[in-house]
């Protein structure tokens, strides 16, 4: 006789990525400061001692979400996704479109739960924020040499200015949930980072 509920054992991709989709609808209904693994793993169908094996807190949980949630858009790191489209306008704007993509894909409400983090535990974020704010600045550095290449003259900034196209993003997200669309992405191109960076 077939087994099924609980008592399936689920193993590997199937449960993970079960646990993580009823983390994301659980978020978007509870919200992310009432979120508990008891409550996870009863929408999982799985036991709290699963998850606990895995991740220490529900931020480790959804870190990790956001990772693969990432990984499924890119299929790779972002610097590696940076093209030449022959302007810096035309580089920012494809870095901006990729940048949106993510926060998308990752869902508004678990981008919201990171940054909130971020904000309120600032030794414990400290070490993922260094990394992931170094990645970013070169990811910068690389399409600004696209731009050198090519004869554009570009201004020399700080890596704290090289880091403003993925603060724009964040802070627009949190204050624009019904959405980023094209033209605004190309405000943010045209009358913020064109005149920053463009000599």
Sequence with gaps: M????????????ILTESIYNATIELINK??????TFQQIANAAETSRTVLYRRWKTTYDLIREIIEYK????????????????GSL???????????????????HEIMNAILFEMGQNKDKI???????TN??????????????????????????????????????????KDGID???????VDEILLPVFLA
């Excluded at 400290?126 to 992931?132: D, K």
């Excluded at 094209?182 to 943010?188: A, D, G, M, S, V």
């Design 30 to 35: 509870v919200g992310y400061h009432n979120l």
């Design 182 to 188: 094209t033209k605004r992405l190309e405000l943010l």
């Design 126 to 132: 400290s070490e993922i924020e260094i990394n992931a």
């Design 89 to 107: 306008r035309g580089d920012l704007m494809h870095l901006l479109s990729l940048y949106q993509s993510l926060y998308v894909e990752v869902d």
């Design 70 to 85: 990432v990984t499924n858009v890119l299929g790779g790191p972002l610097i590696d996704k940076i093209e030449d489209t």
């Design 135 to 176: 990645k970013n600045i070169l990811v910068m550095r690389k399409l600004l040499q696209f731009a050198k290449n090519r004869g554009e003259k570009i201004k020399e900034v700080s890596d704290a200015t090289l880091t403003l196209p993925f603060d724009l993003i964040r802070v627009e997200n949190i204050l624009r």
């Design 2 to 13: 077939k087994v099924t509920g609980r008592n399936t054992r689920r193993r590997g991709d």
